[in-house]
């Protein structure tokens, strides 16, 4: 399915004007396509086009209103149905319509149920809980956090849509807000788990009056399994991005251990990831760590690393994983670019000054992040990320 954003109003506008600006959808321009080669569902975006007049924005609600520059994007989606589709209806008791569009998006969006009716919705809501553990278990291992996780913005199809005031982690930070307009931290990085369950718990509600009421209690069922799930799916990402090879009752301990050095040290997530992927078992067993591997390297600053060093070489020599294997390996699974703030913006500066030449080699970076490129090396972007970046402050502003 196709659908345009920031083209104008439409029935489902509400207060807004239906606009975007230039810098919002730049974002999600390179973001959608950034998320898609990493490997997260996504919905992709196909085109961006700048228009002549004017949108007025208050970017940060403190009464500076401003006009900015125009866009639309064109987005492309297997649905664009979420749970607040389902939610409208039900608020409003439209019961027939609600079946219809139950009925419609089962047929149409879930060609592998075969069941029908309540069955059917039982099923499809289970699947939906499943892909949506899925989904934001890969968002967690990217260190991707969605800045407006409400039921207008979680997919049917689980897959990430509506890129607003998202964002990459740069030091691992559990607590990292993406949004500059959410003060109470609902949509921190370690909550979007828990506001995942939340938004299923809300669409399970609005399914509920195509049920008979002795069936209700399956929909807190498959609810409950929603969180064993996505420690499952996480933990088999985080195996593969350190090459394990199996599973061990032990892999939970040495993650969280390189998870919690990572926060003690305000070590990077993405680099340090990627500098155990380019560093030699010999290497990582003698703790030498170069200062070009800047990830991994502000990690020295706790002894805790060396207890992580000690007992994952230990973890790869007696599963007997091939030294340069693993290496590979983990060089297709951690990335050598994401689309940081910084790097965006950038690209943002010189698309509002016609020059759109940094949005197209990002597209081309981005569609291929763990490949070193040298033209992106040269630029900085698998470096630190400069001073200057943590004042760039995004909100829900479009």
Not at 81 to 99: D, Q, T, V
Not at 109 to 135: H, N
Request: proline content about 4%; overall charge negative; some cysteine.
């Amino acid at each position: 399915e196709l659908q345009l954003k920031g083209s104008g109003k439409t029935p489902y506008s509400r207060f807004g004007d239906g606009r975007a600006v230039l810098r919002s959808s730049v974002r999600e321009f390179l973001c959608s396509e950034a998320m898609h080669w990493l490997g997260v569902p996504t919905s992709r975006a196909a085109t961006l086009t700048v228009v002549d007049d004017g949108v007025p924005r208050d970017m940060f609600y403190d009464g500076r209103m401003k006009m900015e520059r125009g866009a639309v994007v064109l987005r492309v989606a297997p649905s664009w149905f979420r749970f607040g589709s389902f939610e409208i209806l039900a608020k409003n008791k439209e019961l027939e319509e609600l079946k219809q569009l139950a009925d419609f998006i089962l047929t149409n969006s879930f060609p592998g149920i075969s069941e029908t009716g309540q069955s059917g919705y039982l099923a499809m809501f289970a699947e939906v809980v499943d892909r949506t553990a899925d989904m934001i278990a890969r968002w967690s291992v990217v260190g991707f956090a969605h800045g407006v996780m409400n039921t207008d913005n979680m997919s049917i199809k689980s897959i990430t849509i509506d890129y607003g005031p998202f964002g990459f982690i740069d030091e691992y930070n559990p607590k990292f807000i993406p949004n500059h307009s959410d003060d109470m931290g609902r949509y921190d990085l370690e909550n979007q788990v828990n506001i995942g369950l939340w938004n299923l718990d809300k669409l399970a509600e609005a399914l509920k009056p195509l049920l008979d009421a002795d069936k209700h209690k399956q929909f807190e069922m498959i609810l409950q399994g929603y969180g064993e799930k996505y420690q499952e799916y996480q933990m088999n990402l985080y195996r593969a991005k350190l090459g394990l090879l199996g599973k061990s009752d032990s892999d939970e301990v040495l993650i969280g251990l390189l998870l919690d050095t990572m926060e003690t040290t305000e070590a990077d997530f993405t680099q340090t990831f990627r500098d155990l992927s380019e560093l030699s078992l010999d290497d990582l067993k003698e703790a030498k760590i170069p200062e070009s591997a800047w990830g991994l390297h502000q990690c020295l600053k706790s002894k805790q690393i060396k207890e992580f060093l000690k007992l994952y070489v230990e973890k790869i020599e007696n599963d007997k994983i091939d030294d340069e294997n693993r290496m590979m390996s983990m060089q297709k699974t951690n990335p050598r670019y994401i689309l940081r703030n910084w790097i965006a913006q950038k690209a943002i500066e010189m698309a509002e000054e016609d020059d759109f030449s940094e949005v197209q080699f990002l597209q081309e970076i981005l569609r291929n992040p763990f490949r070193t490129n040298p033209a992106a090396e040269e630029k900085g972007y698998a470096g630190k990320p400069p001073g200057w970046s943590k004042r760039i402050a995004v909100s829900c502003s479009s």
